[in-house]
């Protein structure tokens, strides 16, 4: 019980803000900026090779994980204002 009252009391941050509801062309332009970034190696024809201890399974576990641990983050920081 006490615990609703201070987080209503808290102000949502900055994450958790509507604004980018309001006004989605720049999320618009990022998302298709990075698409497009991440399709140019595959229409080159580049290989996926190892390099050192970046092999390409572990850079597909890594960018799992990071995802996964940004919306662990997104969601601990705005589930009370949800």
């Given at each position: 019980?006490?615990?609703?009252?201070?987080?209503?009391?808290?102000?949502p941050?900055?994450c958790?803000?509507p604004?980018?509801?309001q006004?989605?062309?720049?999320i618009?332009?990022?998302?298709?900026?990075?698409?497009?970034?991440?399709?140019?190696?595959?229409t080159?024809?580049a290989?996926a090779?190892?390099f050192g201890?970046?092999?390409p399974n572990?850079?597909l576990?890594?960018g799992r994980?990071?995802?996964?641990?940004?919306?662990?983050?997104?969601l601990?920081?705005?589930?009370?204002f949800l």
């Amino acid at each position: 019980m006490q615990g609703t009252a201070v987080c209503s009391s808290l102000t949502p941050p900055a994450c958790c803000s509507p604004r980018p509801l309001q006004e989605p062309t720049g999320i618009a332009l990022a998302f298709i900026i990075f698409m497009a970034a991440s399709l140019v190696p595959m229409t080159r024809g580049a290989k996926a090779e190892a390099f050192g201890p970046f092999t390409p399974n572990a850079e597909l576990i890594n960018g799992r994980a990071a995802m996964v641990g940004v919306l662990d983050c997104w969601l601990a920081a705005c589930a009370p204002f949800l």
